[in-house]
C-alpha cells in the first residue's frame, strides 16, 4: 500500500514587502538582496493574523482540489516553528477551524526541513494502515520572530502556506522519504529563547532569528547534495528519472547548486523564492502548489522534494504526483 498526494494549497497573506521597502527601512539595497539570495519580495501577516489564518486558507483549498470534507480527514499533521500558541498546538487549532472532530491531529517543529518531515509522517501512518486521509500543511509567520533592524535575517523570510492532501492508494505516490537531524549545529541558526529558557526575551517580544549565514549556506550545499544521492541510491533511480525538482526556497544560489548536482535543467526546478522569500515549512508546499495548479508537473511524473534547516535538520522526499 502507498500513500500518494491527491490535492494541493496554498495562500499567502496580501501585505507584500519588497526590496525597495526594506530599503527605507534598513542599510541594505535592491541589487544586494537580488544578487546574493533571487529574493525580490516577500508577503508577511498584518496585526493578528496568525499561523493558523494561514494553514486555514491553504488547507481548505487543498481538500477543495481533493475533494474532501471534513469527515473524510483522520490525521492532521502542521509543520511550524510559529505556532499560534505554545499549546494547543496549531494542529488542533486548524482542525478545529475546520470542523474536524476526534482524528488524529499535532504539529512538528523541524524549522525548514518541517513539511519533509510532515510528509515522511504521513506517509508512514498512512502505509502502516491506521490512517486513510491526511492533511499535511507547512505554515509559518516568521516574520513574527525577526529583527526588523537585522539586515543579515530579516530580509530573506516571509510568511505562508501550503497543504496537501494524502491518501492510501494501490498505485505508487509517495516513493521514499529521508529524514535527518545533528544537533550539534544548534547555535548556527536559532531562535535562542522559548518557554524553559529565555523566557524572559519571549515575553518582552525579543525572541529573534540569528543566522551564521555563510557557515548555514556552505552546509547547506553540501548536505543537498548527498540527500539527493541517498535518495536516487533508495530508489535506483538515475538522475535523468526525476522530472523535477521542488526544493526549498532559502537561496536561489543554494537551489541552483543542487540543480547543478542533479545536471537538472532550470527549467524542470521549481522556483518562488524570488516571489515568496524563504517561508521556512511553508515553502515547499507552497512552491508545489504553484507547480501544480499552473500543470508544470503533471500526473505521473516524478518529483523530488527536499529540504535544510536550523537543528540542523534536512530531508528529502521522492514521489509521483
Ligand atoms: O532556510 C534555512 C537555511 N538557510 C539558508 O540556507 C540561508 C543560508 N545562507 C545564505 O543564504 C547566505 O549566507 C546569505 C544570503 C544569508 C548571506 O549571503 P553571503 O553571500 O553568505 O553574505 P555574507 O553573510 O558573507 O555577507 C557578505 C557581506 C557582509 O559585509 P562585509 O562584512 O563583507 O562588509 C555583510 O555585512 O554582505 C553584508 N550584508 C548585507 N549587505 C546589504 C549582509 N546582509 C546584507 C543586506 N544588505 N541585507
Redesign the pocket.
Known sequence: MYSRITGTGSYLPEKILDNHD?EKM????DE??RD??GIKKRHVVVDGETTCDLAEKSARNAMEMAGKTADDIDLIIVATTTPDRIFPSTACLLQQRLDIHGCTAFDIQA??TGFVYALGVADKFIRSGSHKCALVVGAETLSRILDWTD??????FGDGAGAVIVETSEAPGILSTHLHADGQYENL?TVPAGVSSGYDKLLAGEAYVQ?R?????KM?VNTLGRIVDETLEANNMKKSDIDWLVP?Q??I??IKATAKKLKMHMDHVVVTVDEHG?T?AA?IPLAFDVAVREERIKPGETVMME????GFTWGSVLLKL
Open positions: 526594506l534598513l542599510d541594505t539595497s544586494w538582496i546574493r539570495t524549522v525548514c539586515r543579515t535575517t530579516c530580509v530573506l541558526l543566522m549565514g555563510n557557515e548555514v549556506f547547506a526549498h532559502a537561496n544560489r543554494i524563504n521556512s515553502s529540504a535544510f534547516g536550523g
